[in-house]
């Protein structure tokens, strides 16, 4: 049967390298899962004031992940750290779904299965994935922890913003997607 997967991207911009990574994931997962994908534009800031009842795009990035079977991650480094709009977009499904609700693993991530990747500098986004697999455990999720792409651009790349241009990205995002659907199982 068909997985579900929700797709979050930590990069805005259209010609974004690690929207291209997700791209090449979803054709790797073609006929094997279904995607939906979330970027930061989507998602207004977090504010305790007006959580409840959550915004719109809030509530349909919750629904998507609650239908999902697991989610899968795409972000860049930030001066080593996670992009501003993913962190923000990851406070918001971290909080619980009612108020006052005495249980707070009754949140759209708590039990669900992750998986990252990302594409960087001479880095490979090493030092965000490990900040983020930290923050998905805290937020009770359950991270592959094998098979995380981690790219480092080619120069070519870095010049045309065409990530293709980068030796075995094909390769490594095709074994991630294998592995996940089998973390999915
Ligand atoms: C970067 N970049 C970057 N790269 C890296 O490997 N380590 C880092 O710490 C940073 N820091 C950083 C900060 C800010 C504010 C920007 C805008 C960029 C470079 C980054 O990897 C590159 O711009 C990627 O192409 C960004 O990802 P997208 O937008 O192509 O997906």
């Not at 998986?115 to 592959?144: C, H, I, P, W």
């Amino acid at each position: 049967t068909m997985k579900k997967i929700t797709i979050l991207i930590g990069s805005l911009r259209k010609h974004s390298l690690n929207r291209q990574l997700a791209d090449m994931a979803q054709a790797a997962l073609q006929g094997k899962a279904e995607c939906v994908v979330f970027d930061p534009a989507e998602i207004p800031l977090f504010d305790q004031d007006h959580e409840f009842p959550a915004p719109e795009k809030i509530k349909r990035m919750r629904d998507a992940i609650h239908e999902s079977d697991g989610v899968w991650i795409f972000t860049p480094e930030y001066n080593g750290q996670l992009p501003g709009g993913l962190k923000n977009a990851l406070d918001w499904l971290s909080r619980p779904l009612k108020e006052n609700d005495p249980d707070w693993k009754d949140t759209a991530v708590w039990g669900k299965k992750a998986t990252m990747s990302g594409v960087g500098g001479k880095n490979a986004t090493k030092s965000v994935q490990e900040q983020l697999l930290s923050l998905l455990k805290f937020m009770g999720m359950d991270v592959m922890t094998q098979d995380r792409a981690q790219i480092a651009m080619s120069p070519q790349t870095m010049e045309t913003s065409d990530l293709a241009l980068t030796e075995g990205v094909h390769e490594a995002i095709d074994a991630q997607a294998r592995a996940f659907l089998e973390f999915l199982k």
